[in-house]
């Protein structure tokens, strides 16, 4: 199975921020990778597809960038409404996997 | 409106059994893959099950191989897991998910709202 390792677990911030979370593959993945928000009681929202396509509906602030093992998901300047839990995730094989979570908390 | 309704959670003692349905309203069914996607109480989010549009291919995580079952009916627009042999680590909610593919699980982009399984004595 490939294990997708996310980093920090946490991060606090400020609106107005640049934020900018990691995932890391155990193997190459190319860009099968998916970025997901989830906030509290809430299903998770697709983000980023394909590593760095932007799901409709989503503000540009959201980016992602990567290949290979190595992907980024960046908020250019996040706002209050983004204060959240964000998963990675590859498509590349079954069973497909998650990241632990990233929790972007108020500073 | 595109929706996606989990029902069929409950609390079972451990080794019973469940079915959950996740009915689909607002799009082609048929023309989408489908996935169970769990999150235990307060962890992380763990792929479960996936069938493609079709139902002919199944993929099954290797934590529920030989206990779950993913099935679909077209003609009914509604997706199944049945779980079998339940094990107090299969205590979750339930999410079922769209893929934004037919032929393959590529991305989930429409998420249902959840149901909860607790297994317990």
């Known amino acids: 199975d490939i294990q997708m390792t996310q980093s920090p677990p946490s991060l606090s911030a400020s609106v107005g921020d640049r934020v900018t979370i990691t995932c890391r593959a155990s193997q190459t993945i190319n860009t099968f990778l998916n970025w997901y928000q989830q906030k509290p009681g809430r299903a998770p929202k697709l983000l980023i597809y394909?590593?760095?396509s932007l799901q409709s509906g989503v503000p540009s602030r959201f980016s992602g960038s990567g290949s290979g093992t190595d992907f980024t998901l960046t908020i250019s300047s996040l706002q209050p409404e983004d204060f959240a839990t964000y998963y990675c995730?590859?498509?590349?094989?079954?069973?497909?996997?998650f990241g632990q979570g990233t929790k972007v908390e108020v500073e | 409106e595109v929706q996606l309704l989990a029902s069929g959670g409950g609390l079972v003692q451990p080794g019973g059994s469940l079915r959950l349905s996740c009915a689909a309203s607002?799009?082609?069914?048929?023309?989408?893959?489908m996935s169970w996607v769990r999150q235990a109480p307060g962890k992380g989010l763990e792929w479960v099950s996936g069938t493609t549009g079709g139902g002919t291919r199944t993929y099954y995580a290797d934590s529920v191989k030989g206990r779950f079952t993913i099935s679909r009916d077209n003609s009914k627009n509604t997706l199944y897991l049945q779980m079998n042999s339940l094990r107090a680590e299969d205590t979750a909610l339930y999410y079922c998910?769209?893929?934004?593919?037919?032929?393959?699980?590529?991305?989930?982009?429409?998420w249902g709202q959840g149901t909860m399984v607790t297994v317990s004595s």
């Open positions: 394909a590593a760095s």
């Open positions: 998910a769209k893929d934004v593919e037919e032929a393959a699980l590529m991305a989930f982009d429409i």
């Open positions: 607002g799009f082609t069914f048929r023309n989408y893959a």
């Open positions: 995730q590859q498509s590349y094989s079954t069973p497909r996997t």
